[in-house]
């Protein structure tokens, strides 16, 4: 069974702090992707990696970075947390088969981290 | 560029009701399209999708929806909802010139009364 874990389900942060996120999936694929959900906005994407040490950013990637260092694990990064940034986070992986497969993405169960 | 609207943040129907849930889409070129549905405390998880086959897509928990291409529309149904079906439902949507970019729609909340 396809699996995606991220290593958190709820984080509490201070304002100013470096918070990591981390994903992993164990299904080998190419692709890996950071959302943000917020209520009304469904998910922005923030930032993707389609292999490793590759990355491109999505449309909100101000104030997060991103480290793909092995194909597995794809982790998400707030250099300096904000109270904006209070949201729920979702990791996502998909493979790169031909033709439209590749856009089917696996979530994980979502990080919801609070900035104080 | 390609967007995704969901028509009605949150829906509320009865045990047994029919389900409509709306969606339309923009795109440049052929769309591909996608329902994910999400539960409680859960990531999203595929509910079903269309890839240019047949236009009336059945995915799971007997839900389905259909391709309309005139009205820019990918709208799910189910014609008798169960009481787990309450949960969030988002659309999206891809294309040949979007990679792997889905663009989502910001969602509906389906709250199902007994």
């Known amino acids: 069974d396809v699996k995606v874990t991220q290593s958190s389900r709820y984080l509490v942060k201070r304002t100013g702090e470096k918070v990591f996120l981390e994903c992993v999936q164990d299904?080998?694929?190419?692709?890996m992707f950071w959302y943000r959900q917020d209520p009304g906005l469904g998910l922005r994407l923030i930032y993707f990696?389609?292999?490793?040490?590759?990355?491109e950013k999505g449309d909100i990637p101000e104030g997060y970075s991103v480290s793909r260092e092995k194909k597995e694990r794809f982790s998400l990064i707030l250099e300096s947390a904000s109270t904006n940034q209070t949201s729920m986070y979702l990791c996502?992986?998909?493979?790169?088969?031909?033709?439209?497969?590749?856009?089917?993405?696996?979530f994980g169960a979502g990080t919801r981290l609070s900035v104080l | 560029a390609q967007s995704v609207t969901q028509l009605g943040s949150h829906v509320s129907v009865s045990e047994g009701a029919l389900v409509l849930l709306r969606c339309n889409y923009s795109?440049?070129?052929?769309?591909?399209l996608f329902w994910y549905v999400q539960y409680p405390n859960q990531g999203l998880q595929l509910l079903l999708k269309?890839?240019?086959?047949?236009?009336l897509v059945k995915g799971i928990n007997g839900f389905e929806a259909e391709f309309k291409k005139s009205e820019t529309s990918f709208h799910l149904t189910k014609p008798s909802a169960h009481m787990s079906d309450a949960a969030e439902y988002f659309c999206?949507?891809?294309?040949?010139?979007?990679?792997?970019?889905?663009?989502f729609g910001g969602g509906t909340r389906l709250m199902v009364k007994p």
């Open positions: 299904m080998d694929h190419e692709n």
């Open positions: 269309y890839t240019s086959a047949a236009t």
């Open positions: 996502a992986s998909s493979p790169s088969p031909g033709g439209w497969a590749k856009n089917i993405q696996y």
């Open positions: 795109s440049s070129v052929p769309p591909y």
């Open positions: 990696s389609y292999d490793v040490k590759m990355k």
């Open positions: 999206a949507v891809t294309s040949n010139n979007a990679g792997n970019m889905l663009t």
